[in-house]
């Protein structure tokens, strides 16, 4: 017989999911960093989850975030939705901001925005969002770069679009 006592490991039941990341254990860790053109639809919740054991999880429907559970467990949601409104309204102010762009003397700062701008635009068009973290950089570019104060007012709506995102 061993000294040791164990802990109940507790587990997590989902009855749905349609994304996301889920850990479980000693060292669990979860990280969802899904890119999702629109939010996935609300579903029944399934009358069969199955109860998890003691200190566990039971989740009916999930659709993205992450969960950990357990010692040491860790859960991170990294993932940005971008569709309807708030995609059409970052991709306008992206397109303004690229048109006045044009009228600016070129320097690397232009271009490193541009290219930013570019990165970001075919990203939402091709996956249908933008990594959490592009959008942070670019938002910051914005906020505290020379060349964001020369444009102005286009530089604060795309700052803006990018925290509605984020949140």
Request: charged residues 25%.
């Amino acid at each position: 017989m061993s000294d040791e006592t164990s802990e109940p490991a507790g587990g997590i039941t989902i009855g749905s999911m349609t994304g996301g990341a889920v850990a479980q254990g000693d060292e669990a860790t979860a990280r969802d960093e899904g890119r999702r053109q629109t939010a996935a639809p609300a579903g029944e919740v399934p009358a069969n989850v199955p109860a998890p054991a003691e200190g566990g999880i039971a989740i009916g429907v999930m659709q993205g975030g992450a969960v950990a559970q357990g010692k040491g467990a860790r859960a991170v949601d990294a993932s940005v939705t971008v569709s309807g409104p708030d995609a059409e309204r970052l991709l306008a102010a992206v397109r303004q901001l690229r048109r006045e762009l044009l009228d600016q003397p070129p320097s690397d700062e232009a271009e490193d925005l541009e290219r930013d701008l570019v990165g970001v635009t075919d990203e939402v068009r091709r996956a249908g969002s933008a990594d959490r973290s592009r959008l942070a950089r670019l938002r910051e570019r914005l906020e505290v770069s020379s060349m964001g104060a020369a444009i102005g007012a286009s530089a604060v709506a795309v700052a803006q679009a990018i925290t509605q995102l984020l949140g």
